[in-house]
């Protein structure tokens, strides 16, 4: 099993809906939960990160996450053709200065 | 302005040639990561630091060497030993006290 695992898409999604993004995580202990998105061809950015049950809202994105369960997700409301990118879902592992990337998925928004 | 710079943008080297990428970062950050990101694949780990004058492998050491003699500084060599060495590489650092990872713009090298 993958320490961290997404769906690796493509997702297409009409724009002006709501863009679901699910990652599992194998480590129990983790504590840290980031998602990146990359536009082809350039580097991660860092759109959210999340540390504790529940929802994290910052503007149209939203970070839910489930210890019990280990799943990360990322909602993106009101999508819009500039969310299409890669999003990949980042874990801290217990104990260890470092991170596990999913795959990353592809999400398309159709205009 | 602070942030994370790789040069150059662009690489190319033929076979059998080592080959140095450069990190530099200005945010004060004591540790820093170098990744390599395959086509249509996530990160992969290959050597971090957390502090000057050390490092670590990650999950794909071999063939690559690092160094950190400055806090700014992490330069990344691609030794002739890597068998596969055609890859966009990136360098990240690392909030102090967080696991927010930030990524400098890439390296995109091409062996032939």
């Known amino acids: 099993q993958k320490e961290v695992e997404q769906n690796s898409g493509p997702l297409s999604v009409p724009e002006g809906a709501i863009a679901s993004l699910n990652c599992t995580y194998s480590d129990r202990g983790s504590q840290s939960f980031f998602w990146y998105r990359q536009y082809s061809g350039k580097s991660p950015e860092l759109i959210m990160s999340?540390?504790?049950?529940g929802d994290q809202e910052d503007g149209r994105f939203t970070a839910q996450l489930n210890k019990a369960s280990q799943y990360v997700s990322l909602l993106i409301r009101d999508s819009q053709p500039s969310d299409s990118a890669t999003y990949l879902c980042?874990?801290?592992?217990?104990?260890?200065?470092?991170?596990?990337f999913g795959q990353g998925t592809r999400l398309t928004i159709n205009p | 302005d602070g942030g994370i710079t790789q040069s150059p943008k662009y690489l190319f080297r033929k076979e059998g040639q080592n080959v140095t990428l450069s990190c530099e970062q200005n945010?004060?950050?004591?540790?820093m990561y170098w990744y390599r990101q395959d086509p249509g694949q996530g990160l992969r780990l290959i050597y971090y630091s957390q502090i000057v004058n050390d490092f670590q492998k990650g999950d794909i050491a071999e063939g690559y060497s690092v160094s950190r003699e400055k806090k700014e500084s992490f330069p990344l060599t691609v030794t002739s030993a890597q068998k596969n060495p055609t890859a966009f590489y990136l360098c990240a650092s690392q909030q102090d006290n967080s696991y927010e990872q930030y990524f400098g713009p890439g390296t995109r090298l091409t062996v032939t």
């Open positions: 980042a874990v801290n592992m217990e104990g260890a200065q470092k991170l596990v």
């Open positions: 945010l004060n950050h004591d540790a």
């Open positions: 999340i540390y504790s049950n």
